[in-house]
């Protein structure tokens, strides 16, 4: 999960937020394609959030999305098997797996469909086995891919 606080610029008018940190979802039980948090997750989450708080005088920090991986090869047969490193296509092909499935889809709407402001952020891999970050967003009352830019501190 993803921890951080809301800005607001002047010009143009737009909210954005700064991720200062990641909790680990502990306790969550993870299956082939999928992660569900339990009530331990989420009590774990909550512990960490309010020490964070706390210790760092930061009352208006927040959960602002959420992070996981797809760690497979955007092709796969019926049995869970690649077919990119057979294919001919392979050299050029632009497929990834960095993308919101519809799991995805229900899990980050039915969690921050009031915070509009949050992102998932997904990472996965092309037929190349390089790795692709993408970060989508409510735009419209919808997820849609969104930006991301990176800034680094001293």
Not at 11 to 39: G, N
Not at 79 to 85: A, N, Q, T, V, Y
Not at 124 to 151: I, N, Q, S
Request: aromatic share 10%; glycine share 8%.
């Amino acid at each position: 999960m993803l921890v951080g606080r809301l800005f607001r610029q002047s010009e143009p008018h737009d909210i954005f937020v700064v991720i200062e940190a990641a909790f680990e979802a502990r306790h969550a039980e993870q299956k082939t394609f999928s992660l569900e948090s339990t009530t331990e997750t989420w009590v774990h989450l909550e512990r960490q959030l309010a020490r964070r708080r706390k210790r760092l005088g930061r009352p208006e920090e927040t959960l602002v999305g959420e992070a996981h991986g797809h760690p497979f090869l955007p092709a796969l047969d019926a049995d869970g098997k690649p077919l990119c490193p057979g294919c001919e296509k392979r050299p050029v092909c632009k497929l990834h797996s960095a993308f919101f499935s519809a799991d995805d889809v229900q899990f980050h709407t039915s969690l921050f469909r009031k915070r509009v402001f949050a992102i998932g952020m997904v990472w996965g891999l092309t037929p190349r086995e390089e790795d692709v970050l993408r970060v989508y967003g409510f735009r419209g009352g919808r997820l849609a891919e969104r930006a991301l830019w990176l800034v680094h501190g001293n």
